[in-house]
């Protein structure tokens, strides 16, 4: 379960989820992606029209006996999608933390949700909101991997320290173990502004850093025609770079979730 966040907005997110949940999905893989942003932006470039979605991901996390499986939708072969909605009179982050106040086990909605369907998919995807809000709490509290973008750019670089101070202190309230990678977005390989924040962000997460995805113009032209990159323009660099993402994140996950399997293994 795989968490894709940065309180800062306009740094790639929401591009990530739905280009890795689809290049995933055409590697064979199962994958659910989970949309909790109520910008619904996730949705909606799926090509699912938020505005009619009256079933969605705000309804799991605010009623703990919800059916979750009620809300999957198919959008592709091997890929799933929990919608949000556009209904923002009820759905604004603010509203759903107070609606939220005070309720039993708030923060571990989605996980919970999770749980019941997990075996139905080799990964699941979280589109969090830009904010670190309940639903993005819920989302650190589900997942076991956390990816965070972050734009080659100073201000995007100087808000994570924040982000990791909140998965550490979810961490320690469940006593769960999140791994953090960082994923470099909107690269430009010829500013040297970019490459200089390059090189911290690798220093700072060293292997646990992904391979930049760079700065293209077919990406917001794929979200505009609600498809992913990769069925819009397979050749442009977009879609090399979450196509090479996906294999990275295969062969790191998968890697480690054997290497896992084996120490359980000796162990018993």
Do not use: W
Not at 29 to 34: C, E, F, P, Y
Not at 118 to 127: F, H, P
Not at 215 to 228: H, I
């Amino acid at each position: 379960i795989i968490a894709i966040a940065n309180q800062k907005g306009g740094v790639g997110k929401t591009t990530t989820a739905v280009n890795l949940s689809a290049c995933l999905a055409k590697s064979g893989r199962r994958v659910l992606s989970v949309d909790v942003d109520s910008q619904a932006n996730c949705t909606s470039h799926f090509g699912i029209d938020p505005e009619v979605q009256r079933r969605n991901a705000y309804h799991v996390l605010i009623e703990p006996d919800a059916d979750f499986r009620s809300v999957i939708l198919n959008v592709r072969p091997n890929l799933d999608l929990v919608p949000a909605s556009l209904d923002l009179a009820t759905l604004d982050l603010a509203t759903l933390d107070l609606q939220l106040a005070g309720a039993v086990n708030r923060d571990r909605r989605l996980h919970k949700h999770l749980r019941g369907i997990q075996s139905r998919y080799d990964y699941v995807l979280i589109d969090c909101p830009p904010s670190l809000g309940v639903a993005t709490i819920n989302a650190f509290a589900a997942c076991t991997h956390l990816i965070v973008c972050i734009q080659t750019h100073m201000f995007s670089y100087s808000g994570m320290t924040r982000l990791l101070d909140t998965v550490v202190a979810v961490m320690d309230a469940y006593e769960t173990n999140i791994e953090s990678y960082a994923l470099p977005t909107l690269h430009e390989r010829n500013s040297n502004s970019h490459q200089m924040i390059l090189g911290r962000i690798r220093d700072h997460f060293g292997s646990n850093c992904f391979s930049p995805i760079h700065k293209n113009v077919r990406c917001v032209d794929a979200s505009m025609k609600g498809v992913p990159v990769i069925e819009l323009d397979r050749s442009c660099c977009a879609s090399v770079d979450y196509f090479r993402l996906s294999r990275e994140v295969i062969h790191e996950f998968e890697t480690e979730s054997r290497i896992a399997g084996s120490t359980r293994q000796l162990s018993l």
